[in-house]
């Protein structure tokens, strides 16, 4: 009898079947689109890892793969469609306060971030075995990149003791500064959405480093305030802001996260030794924005980090090995 065979494209095709005829998981995904709308408010935490922790990456990268080639199912609407207006409606509601944060409490702020980041390796590290040498450049091209971008984000005349009092002090009392980059805030919005589909990087780390995390979360919070007081409150400049980070993020979308699901696909080794090393140059560029000065503030900032690194590998590890060990997977 001559063996029938299998081609993967017909598996393929199963997978998608299999995904298309059951119920959609709404109250998983509601609890995901919170922690994916977090991840993306908070720097250190991968919107990819959340959805990976919850046991729905697959299904993610599947829907929002086939939504930029314009290919939906019922299922898929669904499913995007309740992730996004969830993860969409926590972002607009805690983006001001968390923008106050960072700007009054930077030490505290940027060492949990930097925990946070951390607690993501070990499991880049896991998607790593059996470890290569053959790794080892990506890692270190990764440390490189994240270091060289931190160093390029901080060249800017630092302000004085009195510019940063009247600084924080429009922040306490709602007139956050806008200050419109058109070209970082494309470059912000590409990074930002490419970062979320993927495990253990962080898009808002990104915007960190790119010195537009604060201006874009306090715009998003101006315009929800414009809107919700019919004019009253707010401002519409936050518009300035918003529009070019929104065209990056249609960019990465369309373009970006087809072309990091291809390279996971072909050369996940590879590109997984490439994402721990952004991890890991991310980690030594925040305690450098942090810049612990006293004996009392490295120990501070250390026991922080710590908090954030148990955190984040705690919600990595809800997850069961084998979802732990899920990529993107070709059609």
Not at 57 to 81: H, M, Q
Not at 215 to 238: C, N, P, T, Y
Not at 286 to 298: D, I, K, N, Q, V
Request: hydrophobic letters at 50%; proline letters at 5%; one cysteine or more.
């Amino acid at each position: 009898m001559t063996p029938v065979k299998t081609d993967a494209p017909q598996a393929s095709k199963q997978k998608s079947d299999t995904h298309a005829d059951g119920p959609v998981p709404a109250v998983r995904c509601g609890i995901t689109g919170i922690l994916l709308g977090l991840a993306n408010l908070v720097p250190g935490v991968s919107g990819g890892t959340m959805v990976l922790v919850m046991g729905l990456y697959d299904e993610f990268i599947t829907a929002v793969a086939d939504a930029t080639r314009f290919k939906f199912t019922r299922r898929s609407i669904l499913f995007l469609a309740i992730l996004v207006s969830v993860a969409g409606v926590t972002i607009v509601s805690l983006a001001g306060k968390l923008a106050e944060l960072v700007t009054l409490h930077p030490l505290v702020m940027y060492a949990l971030f930097a925990g946070m980041t951390l607690g993501g390796a070990p499991m880049l590290i896991h998607l790593m075995r059996p470890i290569k040498p053959s790794g080892a450049g990506p890692l270190l091209a990764g440390i490189i990149l994240m270091i060289a971008i931190g160093l390029s984000s901080t060249t800017h005349q630092p302000m004085t003791d009195e510019q940063k009092e009247e600084f924080k002090q429009a922040v306490r009392e709602g007139r956050y500064p806008i200050e419109p980059a058109t070209t970082k805030d494309v470059v912000a919005g590409v990074l930002g959405m490419s970062a979320m589909v993927l495990p253990g990087i962080s898009g808002a780390y990104m915007l960190v480093l790119l010195g537009r995390y604060e201006q874009i979360l306090a715009s998003i919070d101006l315009l929800k305030d414009f809107v919700v007081s019919g004019g009253d409150r707010g401002s519409l400049e936050s518009l300035r802001i918003i529009i070019p980070t929104g065209i990056g993020a249609i960019i990465s979308l369309v373009g970006l996260s087809n072309l990091l699901k291809w390279l996971l696909r072909r050369y996940e080794k590879p590109t997984v030794g490439f994402l721990l090393g952004i991890v890991l140059g991310s980690v030594v560029m925040l305690w450098r924005m942090m810049a612990p000065s006293t004996a009392g503030e490295h120990g501070v900032a250390i026991g922080i980090m710590a908090l954030g690194f148990v955190l984040t590998l705690g919600l990595s590890r809800i997850s069961s090995r084998r979802e732990a060990k899920k990529l993107p997977s070709g059609e």
